[in-house]
């Protein structure tokens, strides 16, 4: 019998660690477990872990076990549902019946009601097993039932080697073990959902798909088309078809033939790694795992250079940064390690000089990045375009981090707008109008006024008008929809609101407490 995988969720973590001490004596070795405090943390299990049981607290911080119960309805989860609850409520058990929960337990546990849930469930998974094995006769059923298993053993390595021969033989795909090759077949880009059965219909053809007899493909989570096969023939017209279309829009790696079925998650691997090197081909075909068998993984990344652009940034050395970057993404340089130089380098870019500038100079920078996405993943574009992809943005932040940086220094841009802001605080006054007064670019302006203020614009015009209505409030007898008005609130209402959240108490009561000290 198949271990089950179960995930117990719940926010008292005596409680997760009891369940599981109490299954684990009555059920020894039937279960693998898993654990979430909260339903988010569950949902991040059940994205990475295939779990036939949930057993979910319905009161929980995060998210809630009906919500839970929910999502999974929307993901179309496989696993089954049962509650634990310290409440005998009735909407609760409402909820229970409408997402078609197994059960619906109350606390304190009754070891022997949770025990009795646990093999009428044991016994339900026997007959679905029982009623998928009829089901299977047909060549169609077959076909899809080997795919799920396929996708589960290259999905999970949960399983181990027996388990895996277990699965894949009652699929019927005993003649892996006479020898196989993975192919991954990555559309430019990533295939959407609307594209895929085309894309999978144009392979078909390429392939000779309707000729093998011994060929299955389907798409893994990352949307790229898996071919298993034992025809090395299926493989080479693949590879010249890419050699005569070099506009193909996709890109493929292999792995080396090998067998017995068990190794189809070494084989798979090995073509993911091999199809990643396609970033730095030049023209498309087909890249086979043998061939990167001497790409050296020692190697040491170019933290210092890195560190150089970084600092470079805004000091008006464009031609260093360009060199530096020349250097740091070497293609000859490249070819010689593994994938995960390059995927290396990528990060500590992303890390060090991209991120720190947003951290540094904040939403302002925000806009230019956002323009430059494909920066972020080496796998969005080919190697070329990546390349000035990244230089394009260096450039970009080099200008603007300059700009910013003059604006710092030049404090009487920022005593103008100061002093525009103080004589027409009571106008309908916004930063765009500001910035316009002082001749400078609009997030450049909000992160240097942040800076000199301390302040956001925002908060700095909210301050000087609501200093300004105090004023007023103890040196004049003026209404206060008045005062409202004449320091720029758009609403008696808004301004009670707005001086109640700041100083604590209403602005009639504000003055009346000036006046009793004043009495004094």
């Known amino acids: 019998m198949l271990m089950r995988s179960l995930l117990i969720v719940d926010d008292e973590r005596n409680i997760r660690v009891g369940l599981k001490s109490m299954i684990d004596r009555e059920f020894a070795g039937a279960y693998t477990f898993y654990f979430a405090a909260d339903g988010e943390e569950a949902l991040q299990v059940l994205d990475e872990t295939e779990i036939d049981l949930v057993i979910t607290d319905i009161r929980m911080p995060v998210m809630d076990g009906i919500t839970l119960i929910q ?4 993901r179309e989860s496989r696993a089954d549902v049962v509650i634990l609850s310290g409440f005998d409520d009735f909407q609760y058990a409402k909820a229970a019946i409408r997402f078609d929960v197994k059960e619906y337990l109350l606390k304190p546990i009754v070891r022997e009601e949770l025990f009795r849930v646990l093999r009428r469930l044991e016994e339900e998974w026997q007959k679905k097993n029982e009623v ?3 089901l299977r006769n047909t060549i169609a059923l077959k076909a899809e039932f080997a795919i799920t298993q396929l996708q589960n053993v290259l999905m999970h390595d949960r399983y181990r080697a027996e388990e895996v021969r277990e699965l894949l033989g009652r699929a019927a795909l005993c003649w892996l073990d006479e020898g196989f090759q993975v192919a991954i077949v990555r559309m430019n880009g990533g295939a959407r959902a609307a594209e895929r059965a085309e894309f999978m219909h144009r392979i078909d053809k390429i392939i000779g798909y309707e000729n093998e007899r011994r060929c299955i493909r389907f798409y893994d ?3 790229r088309l898996v071919i298993i096969t034992d025809s ?10 890419m050699k005569e279309h070099p506009a193909c829009g996709f890109q493929a790696g292999v792995s080396v033939r090998m067998s017995p079925m068990e190794a189809v998650r070494q084989g798979y691997r090995q073509a993911v790694a091999a199809v990643a090197y396609s970033v730095l081909l030049t023209a498309p075909d087909v ?3 043998e061939e990167l068998v001497d790409k050296s993984k020692s190697y040491k990344l170019p933290v210092e250079d890195i560190h150089k652009i970084s600092n470079l940034l805004g000091l008006d050395r464009e031609a260093d940064i360009k060199r530096l970057l020349q250097h740091v993404l070497d293609i000859k340089t490249i070819m010689r390690y593994d994938i995960s130089y390059l995927e290396g380098i990528s990060h500590l870019l992303n890390e060090h000089v991209f991120d720190k500038v947003f951290q540094v100079y904040g939403e302002g920078s925000l806009e230019i990045l956002k323009l430059h996405r494909t920066v972020g993943d080496i796998y969005n574009a080919p190697f070329h375009d990546y390349y000035y992809s990244v230089q394009s943005l260096l450039l970009l932040l080099n200008d603007y981090v300059r700009q910013v940086r003059s604006v710092y220094n030049d404090k009487s841009e920022m005593g103008r707008a100061i002093s525009y802001i103080q004589e027409r605080y009571h106008e309908d006054l916004n930063m765009a109008m500001v910035s316009n007064h002082v001749s400078l ?3 450049y302006f909000s992160q240097a006024f942040k800076d000199h203020t301390g302040d956001t614009f925002v908060a700095y015009l909210r301050k000087l008008r609501l200093q300004r209505a105090k004023e007023l409030l103890m040196t ?8 409202s008005a004449s320091v720029g609130f758009e609403n008696v209402k808004h301004f009670t609101r707005v001086f109640k959240e700041v100083e604590g108490v209403s602005p009639l009561e504000y003055r009346a407490m000036n006046e009793a000290l004043g009495a004094e």
């Open 71 to 74: 999502r999974l309805q929307e």
């Open 221 to 223: 989570r990352e949307e």
């Open 132 to 134: 998928a094995d009829e």
């Open 287 to 289: 890249i086979r795992a």
């Open 476 to 483: 004049s007898d003026m209404k206060v929809y008045e005062i």
């Open 232 to 241: 090395s023939t299926l493989i080479e017209r693949l590879s010249t078809y």
């Open 441 to 443: 670019n609009y997030s």
